[in-house]
């Protein structure tokens, strides 16, 4: 009874922050009609289209004025962002691309089975070096893809790009944990293919998605072929593709054979290369396509509808390493029969020309507009954007064939993006509690991985989520008992100096607040971080330093330090890697007990100024944006 009573307690205080009513009606608000004063729009602004104001910023939209900060920030291309550029350098997997880390480094799991295989099942002491050396490359990519990642968050003057970076990257969700080739594709997907087109047109995007190798391995299109029976648009001799494969693998020393994609052993490249030869439709992509990324659950397709859409794709593939990397068509694996897709007949005959004119389809069709006008809206607005505005960017995505930055202009430009409604409306994310108090306090980069464990302890690990829908867009999927206190334990974690790159009190302006009574202190904290608006609740921990739900937790087993749950990224090669998208590598359990032994110290026992601001941090204000 008494963790029921403080699990309600916790969801009431994040629940009671100040200005939390319901989401306007449409008749309320006039045209152009806009109800947050002058000062929270720009807390506003900052808070929805950034990962959270840094000292200074406040004042410098308020001086440029909230429509021209929003009308920069839309051009992103315009923008000097050098200093992010410059410390993002030193990071390989930025420098070269997916297929340049896959040629180069050699997969682990392939590894250990060529050599287990050359020498009866036996390793020599060169061979556990060069095993141990190639986990240690792979292990050094995946910490790379996940430091850069919020590295460029951190730092980045492109601001608005990189929540539509977020976005997109959870739109079109891959996982990391679906195996290891997935490690060298992340950061090519995050830098080359989301982030140049988070703000263009959206076919653009979903063509580029469509042919990037970590899409295309995560929901197994990369072996999707046409089914037995089915025309095939090249016909190969079977006789003279096995003499090819025998050619390649006799060509590649031990743990070499990646110039087929999937092959991690001649026995595996044989089974690969019968799945192409003798068929097998996947739909994975196909169905995810139109549920998820474009038409929506609702959006009004049939079973055979998937299915002729995985049929339009078979053949977009993964070349190997040898043959430039990258997106490939296989002729030999597409099925050229005639298909029915959404009203539109693909005639016979074809190759990719199927999969790319499937693509113009759903791009353009009137469900789509409405489901990417709806995740907007329900990102940047509300978790239950009106009706009215939904429609309002349905109509721009119509009219501007899908321009990302027209319809984003339009939403948050709107009077329910002002509204007084709208005002810490939405509960952050993991990512975002964690960026946004990073940016608060000036944190400079952390070139380990330990900030992103820090995310993952809250829930929410970089490449992290295993099935295809992404991370939650509404607060109610963050608020259990359990996550809040880790949030607002991590708010003491930072204030106490224990956040690598993060000295709070190294803020200019803060020494001069530590010999100051309390009530100066809390009143500069309010203002500084908290937006100078707080509820009576709130002032009174702050004034206090009692935190009645913390004093609660402390008496059951909830006051358990914060975990990280089984990071994807970090988990040990596996040989064979799990095929479903949502399955979990058993060794990840190995993984699990490495993050529990990481687990953090008991919490810092803080006073004066530092308590204000860990107290401040946790608080069900700055938990909103």
Known sequence: MRRFVLAAALVAGCANAPARPSPPSPER??????????????????????????????????????????????????????????????????????????????NPGALQTQLAARNNGMLTREDSATLRQARQNLRRVAEETQVSHVARALLTERQLESVMTDFWLNHFTVFAGKGIREQFYLADYENRVIRPR????????????????????????????????????????????????????????????RNLPGAVSPELAQQALQ?????????????????????????????????????????????GPRQGGGFTFAAYMHDAGEKHILGHTLKAGRGIEDGEELLDIVARHPSTARFIAFKLARRFVSDTPSTVLVERATAVFARTDGDIREVVRTIVTSPEFFAREAYRAKVKSPIEVVLSALRAVNAQPDSTPRTSQLIASL??????????????????KWMGTGAILNRINFGLILASGRVPGANPMAIPGVENLRQAPREP??????????????????????????????????????????????????????PQPPSAPGAVPPDMRLAQRLAQARANAPLPTLRGLPQVLGLALGSPEFQRR
């Open 29 to 106: 608000l006039a045209p152009g009609l806009r109800t947050q004063t002058a000062d929270q729009q720009a807390v506003h602004a900052l808070s929805r289209l950034t990962f959270g104001a840094r000292p200074g910023e406040l004042e410098q939209v308020r001086a440029m004025g909230v429509d021209r900060w929003i009308e920069a920030q839309l051009h992103p291309e315009r923008i000097d962002d050098a200093r992010a550029e410059s410390w993002l350098t030193r990071f390989e997997v930025l420098r070269k691309t997916a297929a340049q880390l896959e040629s180069e480094y050699q």
């Open 198 to 257: 988070a703000l263009g047109k959206f076919r653009d995007l979903l063509g580029a998605v469509a042919k990037s190798p970590a899409m295309l391995f995560y929901l197994d299109n990369w072996e999707s072929a046409a089914d037995t029976g089915r025309p095939r648009l090249v016909v190969v001799n079977e006789q003279a593709a096995q003499r090819r494969l025998q050619q390649a693998l006799r060509a590649q020393r031990p743990g070499q054979q």
């Open 275 to 319: 799945r192409r030869l003798r068929g097998g439709l996947n739909e994975n992509y196909g169905r995810e396509l139109l549920e998820l990324h474009t038409l929506g659950v609702d959006g009004g397709y049939t079973q055979q509808d998937v299915i002729n859409a995985a049929r339009a794709l078979t053949g977009w593939t993964i070349a």
């Open 459 to 476: 829930g929410q690990p970089v490449f992290g989520h295993q099935t295809p829908d992404g991370w939650p867009e509404t607060g109610d």
């Open 521 to 574: 202190q809390v009143d500069a904290i309010v203002s500084a971080f908290l937006g100078g608006d707080v509820s009576s609740v709130t002032r009174s921990v702050l004034l206090t330093g009692k935190n009645s739900l913390l004093e609660a937790a402390a008496a059951t087993d909830n006051a358990a330090p914060m975990t990280p749950p089984p990071d994807p990224m970090m988990a040990p090669p596996m």
